[in-house]
C-alpha cells in the first residue's frame, strides 16, 4: 500500500481513467433503451430533439433522470431520451468533449469532469445530478477525537484517489488553520480497502462515499462525519455535455431539464417513495432494500441545481492542491451554464406559479449560481 505525501501528482487526461474506475464512473457501449414518442411535437423524433445519456448499468446514483423517464415526463414535455449503456469513462467524456460523440450527456463525478476540462477539454457542466455524499470513517474509539478537525494534523488518511470527500475536507481543513502537508494520505484501490486500512492501522481516517460508510461496522468502523455536515451542498456529481451539443440541441436540453425537475420534485414527496423505489429497483436490477437504503437512509443529496459557486471553488481546490498540472490557465467559468436549468425552472414557475417546491429551487439558484 502506497503512502504519498498530500496530492503531489499532477493529474493528466491519461490517467483520469484510474480516476473513473475507481469511483465506479464509467461510460459508453452499446445497448440502448429509450423513450421516443412525443405527446407535444411531431419532432420529437428528430436528433436536435433527442438527449442521449450515458448511464452505468445497475446505477441509480442518477436516480432523478431515471425516474423522469420511468413517470413518462420526458414524453410529456416532448424530448426523446435514450440511455445508451456505459463501460469506459475515459472514453465518453473525450467523445463527448469531441462534439462528435454519440452520447450527448454524462452523470459522472465532478474530478473527471474537472480533470478533462483543465487538460483543455470542451465540457460544459449544465445541471447536477447529487451533492454531498462523502464520509470520513475511523476505529469507535477515535470517533470522538477526529471530530475535531485539529486533530487532523500529522495522521494518515486512506482513500481512493481523487476522492471528492477528500477534496472538501482539505478545503476545510485549511480554513481551520491545519497544516495539511502534513497529512499522508495512503492510496488504494477500492473502498472495501479504504475501511480495511483504516480497521487495520495503516491509517487513521478513512474517506468514502456515503453508501459504503456505514457498511463495515462488522471490521470495527463507523462514520466521523457526513462531509455534507462540514460543507453543506458540495457538489459531487454533475451532468456534463460538449459546447457544441448544448448549443445545436439547446431546446431539447431545456425539455430534458424541465421533465427532471418535475421528477426531483416527485422524488422529494415522501409519499412516493414505494413508487420511487419501486420503479428504480426494476429499472436498475438492484434489490429494493438497496434502493432505499441508497436513496433514502445513506444517501446523497440528490440535486439539479448547477451550483456554479461550488463548482468554482471545488475546482480551486484542486488547483491549490497541486491536482493540475502547474500551468493549467482554464476559465472554469466558461465551462459552466447556468441558462438551461434556469430557462426551464422559469417555464415550470409560469406553468406552476403557486408551486413552492419551483419557488423553494429559485431562491437555492440565486444563492449558489452568482
Not at 315 to 328: C, I, M
Amino acid at each position: 500500500m502506497m503512502k504519498l505525501k498530500l496530492i503531489t501528482t499532477k493529474v493528466t487526461a491519461l490517467s483520469i481513467a484510474a480516476i473513473l474506475a475507481v469511483t465506479g464512473l464509467t461510460a459508453c457501449g452499446s445497448k440502448t433503451t429509450s423513450e421516443s414518442s412525443s405527446q407535444k411535437e411531431a419532432s420529437v423524433d428528430s436528433e436536435n430533439n433527442t438527449i442521449k445519456f450515458a448511464i452505468q448499468p445497475g446505477t441509480i446514483r442518477t436516480a432523478i433522470v431515471i425516474l423522469a423517464n420511468e413517470l413518462g415526463y420526458y414524453k410529456e414535455e416532448g424530448v426523446n431520451v435514450e440511455f445508451p449503456e456505459t463501460q469506459d469513462g475515459t472514453a465518453t467524456l473525450t467523445a463527448i468533449s469531441s462534439g462528435k460523440s454519440d452520447v450527448d450527456v454524462l452523470g459522472t463525478g465532478v474530478v473527471p469532469d474537472l480533470t478533462f476540462i483543465a487538460n483543455g477539454s470542451d465540457l460544459v457542466i449544465f445541471g447536477g445530478t447529487a451533492a454531498e455524499g462523502g464520509a470520513i470513517i475511523s476505529k469507535p474509539e477515535d470517533v470522538d477525537k477526529f471530530k475535531d478537525l485539529k486533530n487532523y494534523e500529522g495522521i494518515k488518511a486512506a482513500m481512493v484517489r481523487g476522492d471528492s470527500a477528500w477534496v472538501v475536507t482539505r478545503a476545510k481543513l485549511l480554513e481551520e488553520g491545519v497544516d495539511v502537508d502534513s497529512i499522508q494520505l495512503v492510496e488504494v484501490d477500492s473502498q472495501a480497502n479504504v475501511a480495511q486500512a483504516v480497521a487495520k492501522g495503516e491509517a487513521e481516517v478513512g474517506f468514502l462515499p456515503i453508501e459504503f460508510a456505514n457498511s463495515y461496522a462488522d471490521i470495527g468502523i463507523e462514520q466521523v462525519y457526513q462531509v455534507g455536515e462540514l460543507s453543506p451542498l458540495y457538489v459531487c456529481c454533475r451532468q456534463v455535455t460538449s459546447k457544441k451539443k448544448l448549443e445545436e440541441k439547446h431546446d431539447a436540453f431545456v425539455k430534458f431539464t424541465k421533465a427532471n425537475l418535475r421528477a426531483w420534485e416527485y422524488y422529494s414527496d415522501e409519499a412516493n417513495q414505494d413508487d420511487i423505489v419501486k420503479k428504480l429497483a426494476d429499472f436498475s436490477g438492484q434489490d429494493e432494500d438497496y434502493v432505499r437504503n441508497y436513496l433514502f437512509v445513506n444517501r446523497t443529496v440528490l440535486t439539479l441545481d448547477p451550483n456554479k459557486q461550488g463548482i468554482e471553488t471545488y475546482y480551486q481546490s484542486l488547483k491549490d492542491s497541486g491536482f493540475f498540472e502547474d500551468d493549467t490557465k482554464v476559465d472554469i467559468d466558461d465551462h459552466i451554464d447556468t441558462e438551461i436549468y434556469k430557462t426551464a425552472l422559469d417555464e415550470l414557475i409560469k406553468e406552476n406559479p403557486d408551486d413552492a417546491f419551483y419557488q423553494e429551487q429559485l431562491t437555492t439558484f440565486n444563492e449558489y449560481n452568482k
